[in-house]
């Protein structure tokens, strides 16, 4: 996630001197322009693969450092969680056989990192978000140790001046309060570079904005966050709400939000889209820089553009426009970062020729985009992808038509021609675009992920479910087919003695009543769903109390109908979270003699554990 800046000491002179370099950067990068000095003669294509790691059980297995260490690539570098990689791979010339050799040297890192993480009982599965996060894996101990990521956190909490807020609508809804950034830590990509002409970069940047909806929809794999049912690509909406820097009011104000698509077609150059960036989003990162941009190109030299980068890094586009140097040379690139992870290697191969092929083979027709479609629209089009997927309808040039219909007879054919006028090997291009057109008649990964999830949760408990189809997502990666292939998950049933800990086996589909509600309501609403344990929560949630049918039958001669629950409620109530293992749940039950425990995280509540679940 970004530029490590393990030497930064983040004060007011370094800030001070980095917005200085902020502004010397931006101007050195219009320079380099009007000389010509820009790359301008070749396409080159890019790819960062992030990845989950999960210990023998399918959880996420907090062991980044380690495997990194064990690793030992320059290729392979950290996120902000501690269960997430990044692999970069290295870039290729657009011609003949480089998707085949994207496809080998991104095999060959996956294989370092599976056999490092073999060696600390890990596994790396692709996914958009691994099914098996759960809330208690989203806490500060579980955030990579390095000061950029604490700083990030830090200073977007000081902003918000809250805690975060995540509510998302689909099929479930998610509405949950977190105290860090970590949610940003469920997603995880594959992001796609290729390298622009500066000239065309303003007609090739408003292009990827046009196809971002449906190269989103056809790709789409993040469809569970927590349990639930959300979006198609879930990723989209959490991640601006996991980084969102805006209060409330600030929205109302029309704040632009720092995760987004953007509020208009381009003009002018990659610059000014630097220039928009910078006076809209506030600095969160600083790092000292030894020499400036200004004073490198009166040396003859070419600037890295450090504090824009690392400034560039912290605003998060889903096209990303990019500053680099490679053996000597600057170039600009457009990076794609609303690809999910997965499902597999050729699937996301896939991906990337149908981006890159639509990208280069851009018809003249739409050079002056703002002329021929409505901004808006085309944003709509990629809200409407990462709800619906496959099944998204779309507004194209003013025609409604269906992902199906416009990625046919539309998109497909100017992927061809992107390909071929690179001479892109026709195998390569019949093979990848190929499992583009498959996977338009289905499943994408979303759909596979969702059909078998709802086919497990038949047969098992949730905490099951997430765990078959995550070995099955791993399992299936394994053999590199694509995803419209892949066969139903077989779930196995897990016998009840091969479950460790309480969140494995716990109730999460609980009814809950407030303090300040009426007994006979709370009796009412026990007899009604036949349970015989209702826990109390107060406004802001947390747990407070506890009624069970025992306690209430000793209470023959209270009046019901006056009395709150409140009155009535067990107010020491003993709780275990999720960690806690079975065999301390069923004891802490028979040495108090109890009938259930809630299960909490921190004063929320999660769930609730019974004798019949032991």
Same mark, same amino acid.
């Given at each position: 996630?970004?530029?490590?800046?393990?030497?930064?000491?983040f004060?007011?002179?370094?800030?001070?001197?980095?917005?200085?370099?902020?502004?010397?950067?931006?101007?050195?990068l219009?320079?380099?322009?009007?000389?010509?000095?820009?790359?301008?003669?070749?396409?080159?294509?890019?790819?960062?693969?992030?990845?989950?790691?999960?210990?023998?059980?399918?959880?996420?297995?907090?062991?980044?450092?380690?495997?990194?260490?064990a690793?030992h690539?320059?290729?392979?570098?950290?996120?902000?969680?501690?269960?997430?990689?990044?692999?970069?791979?290295d870039?290729?010339?657009?011609?003949?056989?480089?998707?085949?050799?994207?496809?080998?040297?991104?095999?060959?890192?996956?294989?370092?990192?599976?056999?490092?993480?073999?060696?600390?009982q890990?596994?790396?599965?692709?996914?958009?978000?691994?099914?098996?996060?759960?809330?208690?894996?989203?806490?500060?101990?579980?955030?990579?140790?390095?000061?950029?990521?604490?700083?990030?956190?830090?200073?977007?909490?000081?902003?918000?001046?809250?805690?975060?807020?995540?509510?998302?609508?689909?099929?479930?809804?998610?509405?949950?309060h977190?105290?860090?950034?970590?949610?940003?830590?469920?997603?995880?990509?594959?992001?796609?570079?290729?390298?622009?002409?500066?000239?065309?970069?303003?007609?090739?940047?408003?292009?990827?904005?046009?196809i971002?909806?449906?190269?989103?929809?056809?790709?789409?794999?993040?469809?569970?966050?927590?349990?639930?049912?959300?979006?198609?690509?879930?990723?989209?909406?959490?991640?601006?709400?996991?980084l969102?820097?805006?209060?409330?009011?600030?929205?109302?104000?029309?704040?632009?939000?720092?995760?987004?698509?953007?509020?208009?077609?381009?003009?002018?150059s990659?610059?000014?889209i630097?220039?928009?960036d910078?006076?809209?989003?506030?600095?969160i990162?600083?790092?000292p820089?030894?020499k400036?941009?200004?004073?490198?190109?009166?040396e003859?030299?070419?600037?890295?553009?450090?504090?824009?980068?690392?400034?560039?890094?912290?605003?998060?586009?889903?096209?990303?426009?990019?500053?680099?140097?490679?053996?000597?040379?600057?170039?600009?690139?457009?990076?794609?970062?609303?690809?999910?992870?997965?499902?597999?290697?050729?699937?996301e191969?896939?991906?990337?020729?149908?981006?890159?092929?639509?990208?280069?083979?851009?018809?003249?027709?739409?050079?002056?985009?703002?002329?021929?479609? =409505?901004?808006?629209?085309? *944003?709509?089009?990629f &809200?409407i992808? %990462? #709800?619906?997927?496959?099944? !998204?309808?779309?507004? +194209? $040039?003013?025609?409604?038509?269906?992902?199906?219909?416009?990625?046919?007879?539309?998109l497909?054919?100017?992927?061809?021609?992107?390909?071929?006028?690179?001479?892109?090997? =026709?195998?390569?291009?019949? *093979?990848?675009?190929? &499992?583009?057109? %498959? #996977?338009?008649?289905?499943? !994408?990964?979303?759909? +596979? $992920?969702?059909?078998?999830?709802?086919?497990?949760?038949?047969?098992?408990?949730?905490?099951?479910?997430?765990?078959?189809?995550?070995?099955a997502?791993?399992?299936?990666?394994?053999?590199?087919?694509?995803?419209h292939?892949?066969?139903?998950?077989?779930?196995?049933?897990?016998?009840?003695?091969?479950?460790?800990?309480?969140?494995?086996?716990?109730?999460?589909r609980?009814?809950?009543?407030?303090?300040?509600?009426?007994?006979?309501?709370?009796?009412?609403?026990?007899?009604?769903?036949?349970?015989?344990?209702?826990?109390?929560?107060?406004?802001?949630g947390?747990l407070v109390?506890?009624?069970?049918?025992?306690?209430?039958?000793?209470?023959?001669?209270?009046?019901?109908?006056?009395?709150?629950?409140?009155?009535?409620?067990i107010?020491?109530?003993i709780?275990?979270?999720?960690?806690?293992?079975?065999?301390?749940?069923?004891?802490?039950?028979?040495?108090?003699?109890?009938?259930?425990?809630?299960?909490?995280?921190g004063?929320?509540?999660?769930?609730?554990?019974?004798?019949?679940?032991?």
């Amino acid at each position: 996630m970004g530029e490590h800046i393990n030497k930064s000491v983040f004060d007011s002179e370094e800030r001070k001197a980095f917005v200085r370099h902020l502004i010397d950067d931006v101007k050195a990068l219009e320079i380099l322009l009007e000389r010509g000095l820009v790359e301008d003669d070749v396409v080159r294509i890019g790819a960062e693969q992030e990845m989950c790691l999960v210990d023998d059980e399918f959880r996420p297995s907090p062991k980044s450092l380690e495997i990194i260490e064990a690793i030992h690539d320059p290729h392979f570098t950290t996120e902000l969680a501690s269960y997430n990689l990044e692999a970069n791979l290295d870039p290729f010339l657009l011609e003949k056989d480089c998707f085949q050799k994207v496809e080998q040297q991104l095999g060959q890192l996956l294989n370092k990192a599976k056999a490092a993480s073999k060696e600390h009982q890990s596994k790396v599965v692709l996914t958009g978000i691994l099914p098996t996060i759960s809330k208690e894996e989203l806490g500060m101990d579980y955030m990579t140790p390095i000061p950029r990521y604490y700083k990030l956190n830090e200073t977007l909490k000081m902003w918000r001046g809250d805690d975060f807020n995540v509510r998302i609508r689909g099929v479930d809804e998610l509405s949950i309060h977190h105290d860090s950034v970590l949610f940003e830590a469920c997603n995880t990509s594959f992001q796609l570079h290729l390298q622009v002409a500066p000239e065309d970069f303003i007609k090739s940047y408003n292009w990827a904005q046009a196809i971002a909806g449906p190269v989103l929809g056809i790709s789409c794999n993040s469809p569970l966050l927590l349990g639930k049912e959300l979006w198609k690509e879930t990723r989209i909406a959490l991640f601006q709400q996991s980084l969102d820097t805006r209060k409330w009011s600030h929205a109302v104000k029309e704040q632009v939000a720092r995760v987004g698509f953007g509020e208009h077609w381009q003009t002018g150059s990659a610059v000014d889209i630097f220039k928009e960036d910078i006076s809209t989003h506030r600095i969160i990162l600083t790092k000292p820089i030894v020499k400036g941009a200004l004073q490198l190109l009166e040396e003859g030299k070419i600037p890295k553009l450090e504090a824009l980068n690392l400034f560039n890094g912290t605003v998060y586009r889903w096209n990303r426009p990019c500053y680099g140097v490679g053996n000597g040379r600057p170039h600009l690139r457009i990076e794609n970062r609303y690809i999910p992870a997965g499902p597999s290697v050729i699937d996301e191969m896939a991906n990337f020729a149908f981006w890159v092929g639509l990208m280069e083979g851009r018809p003249k027709t739409y050079d002056d985009l703002p002329n021929v479609m =409505d901004f808006k629209e085309v *944003r709509q089009n990629f &809200i409407i992808a %990462a #709800r619906n997927g496959r099944q !998204a309808q779309f507004s +194209w $040039q003013g025609k409604n038509m269906t992902l199906k219909k416009l990625i046919k007879n539309e998109l497909l054919p100017i992927a061809h021609e992107g390909l071929k006028k690179h001479k892109v090997n =026709d195998n390569d291009i019949n *093979r990848l675009l190929g &499992i583009i057109e %498959a #996977r338009v008649n289905g499943p !994408a990964g979303a759909e +596979w $992920q969702i059909e078998n999830f709802r086919r497990l949760r038949k047969q098992m408990k949730l905490d099951s479910a997430l765990v078959q189809l995550t070995k099955a997502q791993f399992e299936k990666q394994q053999d590199n087919i694509p995803v419209h292939q892949w066969e139903p998950v077989q779930g196995i049933v897990r016998k009840r003695e091969s479950f460790q800990w309480v969140g494995q086996i716990m109730s999460t589909r609980l009814l809950k009543i407030d303090g300040d509600d009426y007994a006979n309501l709370a009796l009412s609403i026990m007899q009604w769903n036949n349970i015989h344990h209702l826990p109390v929560e107060n406004i802001k949630g947390e747990l407070v109390g506890l009624l069970t049918w025992s306690h209430i039958d000793q209470m023959n001669t209270l009046d019901k109908t006056e009395a709150l629950v409140s009155d009535i409620m067990i107010k020491k109530v003993i709780t275990v979270t999720p960690k806690t293992e079975i065999k301390t749940a069923k004891k802490i039950m028979q040495d108090h003699q109890i009938g259930c425990l809630p299960v909490c995280v921190g004063d929320s509540l999660v769930g609730i554990i019974s004798k019949v679940d032991l």
